[in-house]
């Protein structure tokens, strides 16, 4: 079945530092694929997504590539802020199976100022 | 701007008694979903409902129960609750583009059964 990997975590960063928070998955077909992010008390809210391969997703400084031949979904940024402080998921869904989305474990970044 | 509205926020029960949570949705979205989280654990999908009138089950279904009321409510049911089910509940729903169409989450339910 699908099943997504994300890197562990607490990740600690200071201001402006560069973010890479790693993602890979398994899937049987061609899936899209997603990061959200959650902050303290609320629901997760979509972040960046992906439908196809090499089509790169952007949002707020956030980015991340499709890369089909390594299966990887890879969140960077390259200077976070303090208000960056959240827990990212990184998360799939197919068509195959009926559009429900699989999520990683979530990895917490703290920035510091 | 609503989105995904979830009701109550907050709730203790005691093992063995029942409740149940409401999710209301007003982007006129088919598909609604209930997941569970757990610390270090992601979010596991419970039930959902690819459109109105449908319900499947999910990943851990056991010991919950959901009505689609109409499109734009989706309630989960715990019929006799366990401290096992000690948790935070989201709600979310999705649009027509099925594997396309992001996620739209509530804020939760934190759920504390002793």
């Known amino acids: 079945g699908d099943s997504v990997t994300q890197m562990e975590g607490p990740v600690t960063l200071s201001e402006e530092a560069f973010l890479t928070i790693n993602c890979t998955y398994t899937a049987t077909g061609y899936p899209s694929l997603f990061w959200y992010v959650q902050y303290p008390g609320e629901g997760l809210q979509l972040l960046l997504k992906?439908?196809?391969?090499?089509d790169k997703g952007s949002n707020k400084g956030f980015e991340a590539t499709y890369r089909k031949e390594t299966t990887s979904f890879h969140l960077e940024k390259g200077s976070v802020q303090v208000s960056d402080s959240a827990v990212y998921f990184c998360?799939?869904?197919?068509?195959?199976?009926?559009?429900?989305?699989?999520f990683g474990d979530g990895t917490t970044l703290t920035v510091k100022p | 701007n609503a989105g995904v509205t979830q009701t109550p926020k907050f709730q203790v029960l005691k093992t063995g008694q029942s409740m149940t949570l409401q999710c209301a949705q007003d982007?006129?979205?088919?598909?609604m979903y209930w997941y569970r989280q757990d610390p270090g654990m992601g979010l596991r999908l419970i039930y959902y409902?690819?459109?109105?009138?449908?319900?499947d089950k999910g990943e851990v279904p056991n010991g919950y129960n959901v009505s689609r009321l109409n499109k734009r409510e989706f309630s989960l049911r715990l019929e006799s609750a366990a401290p096992s089910q000690t948790s935070v509940y989201f709600c979310?729903?999705?649009?027509?583009?099925?594997?396309?169409?992001?996620?739209?989450f509530g804020n939760g339910t934190r759920l504390t059964v002793t």
């Open positions: 979310a729903s999705s649009g027509s583009q099925g594997a396309n169409s992001p996620l739209h």
């Open positions: 982007m006129n979205h088919n598909s």
């Open positions: 998360a799939l869904s197919e068509d195959t199976n009926a559009g429900k989305s699989t």
């Open positions: 409902s690819a459109s109105e009138g449908t319900t």
């Open positions: 992906a439908t196809k391969a090499d």
